[in-house]
């Protein structure tokens, strides 16, 4: 089990040695992208020229690719990128934003899955399963929990890419197919902030860019992010004032309130 105490830890690393998170993300999100790492300690960059990104992959602490708005141009850079990133081991953080709503969405995470090593998979549950071949209903990039086993979806998909899976939504999970976590942290505002998950998807590679036990490094992610969102909607009026204080609650959340509210629970496989 994580304790508490681990995941401050782990912050405390991100903090003091402030990693370079390469992003190549999509145009909706990168400066609430941006202005989130700043927040909590990391140094992001945001590079997509396919001239220099095989170049800016290999320095950083870990590399994040998100097909928001994807076109021809930013997936030959993200495959780039993410070839060089392999070859230096630097860990590959992958956001399949509406993976299932469109094909070329779909065949184009499945190309990113089979041709490069994924560290981390983190997605809605809809894109999770587009992207290992499973149906599951989505509407635009946006995805309800569904009707399916969560958990199996994500152990599933661990297993069968040989990465961590990391499925958000109303509770998180992460596995690596052996040993699973569900997060009850988080605050139904989140889903009100656009660019909320493509900015966990890279507070995640902050993680992993300190912390080489991948799934400790999702599960504290998703812990950290998760309180300080609860944090943040203390005494709020709505998604505009949100959005502001969880950047102020990304920089102040401190080991005390990781101590109160941190919610990881591991799950038991004897009973999947």
Avoid at 36 to 45: C, E, F, N, Q, Y
Avoid at 50 to 74: F, H, P, Q, S, Y
Avoid at 161 to 189: F, M, P, R, W
Wanted: with cysteine; aromatic share 4%; hydrophobic share 45%.
């Amino acid at each position: 089990m994580i304790q508490a105490e681990t995941i401050a830890a782990a912050l405390e690393k991100l903090r003091t040695e402030k990693p370079l998170v390469h992003n190549i993300t999509n145009v909706v999100v990168t400066n609430f992208t941006a202005n989130g790492l700043l927040a909590i300690g990391a140094s992001p960059v945001m590079a997509y020229a396919k001239e220099e990104v095989a170049d800016m992959a290999k320095i950083a602490g870990a590399l994040v690719l998100n097909i928001g708005t994807l076109n021809e141009e930013n997936v030959e850079a993200m495959l780039i990128a993410g070839k060089s990133a392999n070859k230096h081991n630097v860990p590959v953080i992958f956001d399949p934003v509406g993976a299932g709503a469109t094909t070329y969405r779909t065949v184009t995470s499945q190309k990113i899955v089979k041709e490069l090593d994924i560290t981390v998979l983190r997605g809605n549950a809809a894109e999770v399963a587009n992207v290992v071949g499973e149906n599951w209903a989505i509407k635009g990039v946006d995805s309800g929990d569904g009707e399916g086993d969560l958990i199996a979806l994500a152990v599933k998909a661990a297993k069968q890419l040989n990465t961590i899976a990391v499925i958000t939504g109303k509770q998180d999970i992460v596995s690596d197919g052996e040993t699973t976590y569900i997060c009850k942290n988080g605050h139904s505002l989140l889903t009100k902030v656009t660019g909320a998950g493509c900015l966990l998807t890279s507070v995640i590679g902050a993680f992993c860019a300190v912390e080489k036990d991948y799934v400790l490094a999702s599960a504290a992610a998703l812990a950290v992010y998760g309180s300080a969102a609860q944090l943040a909607a203390e005494g709020i009026e709505g998604p505009g004032s949100f959005q502001i204080k969880f950047l102020n609650k990304l920089c102040q959340i401190s080991a005390e309130d990781i101590q109160k509210l941190a919610a990881l629970e591991e799950v038991n496989h004897v009973n999947l």
